[in-house]
């Protein structure tokens, strides 16, 4: 059964420093999303992207971060300036549609850790 | 914005007993409703989701019913397993996913 895949699996980072976090959606998805998830809380809605363009972003997806489809399989999230509270374990998600009932398939994530 | 509240936040059962999660929704407008089961370090992993068109739905141990009037939704698991244990997760799909704040359950032997 196909899956999204995530790397690396764990990052660590010096506070400013920039990181790219990779995913590769599932091949027949063309909606992509990023999530967070600060230890110990609940998932966190990131942003939305299709057809290479973002179409909806979280209060938390501020100007550090960027989202970008670099190629045919690839799906990128670039934290430019990371923040002590960037520390999370972010997940990437995809569906095979943008609709309000479809299915998000999510993957192992990253696990980062900002000093 | 549209706002998910979960409960309990822990849940602790005797193998083979019942447990149930609820969850209340805000949006109106929301009409999917997938329930995440959690592993430590792992991915939410979907277990079972229902969709607004229907009240009940069932898959083996686990079913969710669904009151859109009231706005709130659950999660039943009955004869749980010690493998049952995990942080379970609500969450509504309106073209993102708003997750509700995730029930720790532990099924002792």
């Known amino acids: 059964e196909p899956e999204v895949t995530q790397t690396p699996s764990h990052q660590v980072t010096q506070m ?7 995913c590769v959606p599932i091949s027949n998805h063309l909606y992509f999303y990023w999530y967070r998830q600060i230890l110990g809380q ?7 992207f299709y057809n290479n363009e973002i179409s909806e972003k979280s209060e938390i997806f501020d100007d550090q971060f960027s989202v970008e489809r670099p190629d045919g399989s690839n799906f990128t999230l670039k934290i430019r300036s990371t923040k002590l509270e960037d520390s999370a ?3 990437c998600a995809s569906s095979e549609a943008f609709a309000d009932q479809e299915t998000q398939y999510f993957g192992p994530g990253t696990r980062l850790l900002v000093l | 914005g549209e706002n998910v509240e979960q409960h309990p936040s822990t849940l602790s059962v005797q193998e083979g007993d019942s447990a149930v999660i609820k969850c209340t929704y805000s949006d109106s407008a929301s009409n999917y409703f997938p329930w995440y089961k959690q592993e430590l370090g792992k991915r939410p992993q979907l277990i079972i989701d229902i969709r607004s068109n229907v009240g009940e ?24 397993q010690p493998e049952d244990s ?18 720790r359950l532990q099924v002792f032997p």
């Open chain 1, 42 to 48: 609940k998932v966190e809605f990131l942003v939305s």
């Open chain 1, 16 to 22: 400013g420093q920039e990181v790219i976090l990779r």
């Open chain 1, 89 to 91: 374990m972010y997940f």
């Open chain 2, 86 to 103: 995990a942080v379970y997760f609500c969450a509504t799909n309106t073209d993102k996913l708003i997750f509700g704040t995730g029930t």
């Open chain 2, 57 to 80: 739905k069932k898959d083996q141990r686990i079913a969710v019913t669904l009151n859109k009037t009231a706005k709130h939704f659950s999660l039943h698991i009955t004869e749980t």
